[in-house]
């Protein structure tokens, strides 16, 4: 369950919000709405390389996933003040959310750990299978009920909804 929601977390950055929002304005070249949201998924292979380097070195994961709940909620603050930004400061919170990507090293390391403790590798596998099947169920749903093409005119109608993942993966981490 705990993926589950880590998974959540990560739906606004891969939901493609941010070139959504991009082609309403009509303010983007062709060329820019194609490369500028490509930053968002660089951001993240760079997070999760970190994350899971850090993980390994510290043996810790909390503190990761803490960070990324922090990292998402200062992106939900800015994109909540929609009308104050300027398009500057909707990429960089756009880009910020992109860090959402490090929440994967963090749960799937700590599944494996607790896991391995048991030393049944098949129940372990089945478990990691499990949790990426009930992300990509996720997933499959999410962008089409949460972030629609029809809101994209409104986008502050779909940065409302992005908070809700965010403190729920902090208040999971926590415990």
């Known amino acids: 369950m705990f993926w589950v929601i880590g998974g959540a977390l990560e739906a606004f950055s891969t939901q493609s919000c941010m070139l959504l ?51 998402q909620i200062i992106s939900c603050i800015v994109l909540l003040c929609w009308n104050q930004i300027d398009d500057g400061g909707k990429m960089a919170a756009y880009y910020i959310a992109g860090t959402a990507y490090l929440i994967q090293p963090v749960c799937f390391t700590w599944a494996t750990r607790i896991l391995s403790r048991d030393g049944d590798d098949a129940a372990r596998a089945v478990v990691l299978y499990a949790m990426n099947g009930a992300s990509s169920v996720l997933f499959s749903f999410w962008g089409i009920v949460l972030y629609p093409a029809t809101d994209a005119a409104t986008v502050s109608t779909m940065n409302i909804k992005f908070p809700t993942s965010s403190t729920s993966t902090t208040e999971a981490t926590r415990i």
């Open 21 to 71: 929002w991009m082609k309403t304005t009509d303010r983007f070249s062709i060329p820019q709405n194609n490369n500028y949201p490509l930053g968002i998924t660089a951001i993240g292979i760079v997070a999760t390389l970190l994350t899971s380097v850090a993980i390994d070195a510290t043996n810790k994961n909390a503190p990761y996933g803490i960070l990324a709940s922090f990292l």
